[in-house]
């Protein structure tokens, strides 16, 4: 394990932190990609968890979106107590979302984090192409990084909440009709990234649209 400084420690949305950490050297990862992460203190020095680089590799810092719930009295909690200065420990990375060609990014919460790094570097490298984003959150102070992907990706940007009737925004959650509308073509892709009760959902609709699981990159958090 490794400590890294935190540089600068934000608010995204009302649960969830923004932080950039010194890049420690020799750290390699690719978009889409995590690592263990932990508190640089005794009590946490063996409660690592996984956290998504939302920073490019070329980036010479290292950035994070992490959620918090208070409510675990674990890792999120006390990262949720640190300041600048502070130190957290960085471990293995790993994770298996890679980008794989022109698709839909569905995405539930804090699943995101994963796309923000992918879509960031296709937005670099001139590719953004026609990428759709499917974002599921429960209200709309939920949605991570909102004028971020709006910019970015326009009508490609299609937001379902499922508590929260928001005249800009679809109500419910998402759908096999509503993935069905955004399909392009036979080789489509489909990466997904959410709390493991939504990839099911998800799943699930995707197996009644007849999509092989060769389409279909995906990690739950
Ligand atoms: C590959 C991968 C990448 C990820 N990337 C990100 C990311 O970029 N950003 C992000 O925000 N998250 C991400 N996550 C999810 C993140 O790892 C977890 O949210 C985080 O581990 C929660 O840690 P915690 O210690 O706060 O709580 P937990 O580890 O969930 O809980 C700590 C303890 O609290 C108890 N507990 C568990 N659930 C509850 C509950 N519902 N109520 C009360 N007590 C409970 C348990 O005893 C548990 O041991 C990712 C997950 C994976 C697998």
Redesign the pocket.
């Known amino acids: 394990m490794e400590a890294i400084r935190i540089l600068s420690i934000e608010n995204e949305t009302h649960n969830?932190m923004h932080v950039r950490t010194e890049k420690p050297m020799g750290i390699i990862y690719s978009p889409g990609?995590?690592a263990d992460?932990t508190v640089d203190m005794p009590k946490f020095e063996n409660?690592l968890?996984?956290?998504?680089?939302?920073s490019l590799p070329s980036d010479p810092f290292l950035e994070?979106?992490?959620?918090?719930?208070?409510?675990?009295?674990?890792?999120?909690?006390?990262?949720g107590q640190l300041k600048v200065g502070d130190s957290l420990l960085i471990g293995d990375v790993?994770?298996?979302?890679k980008y794989q060609g022109e698709g839909i990014f569905i995405a539930g919460?804090?699943?995101i984090?994963?796309f923000i790094s992918v879509l960031k570097y296709l937005d670099k490298n001139d590719n953004i192409g026609n990428n759709k984003l499917i974002f599921a959150n429960n209200t709309s102070k939920d949605i991570i990084a909102n004028e971020y992907f709006s910019k970015l990706l326009g009508e490609n940007f299609i937001n379902v909440l499922s508590q929260e009737e928001h005249e800009k925004y679809q109500h419910g959650f998402i759908t096999k009709e509503l993935i069905q509308t955004h399909v392009q073509n036979e080789e489509t892709k489909f990466y997904l990234?959410g709390p493991p009760p939504m990839m099911d959902a998800v799943l699930g609709h995707l197996k009644e649209l007849g999509i092989d699981e060769s389409r279909i990159v995906k990690?739950?958090?």
């Open positions: 969830v990609q995590a992460v409660e968890r996984a956290f998504t680089f939302t994070f979106f992490i959620k918090q719930y208070p409510d675990h009295h674990g890792v999120t909690e006390q990262i790993f994770g298996d979302i919460g804090a699943g984090t994963p990234c990690e739950a958090f």
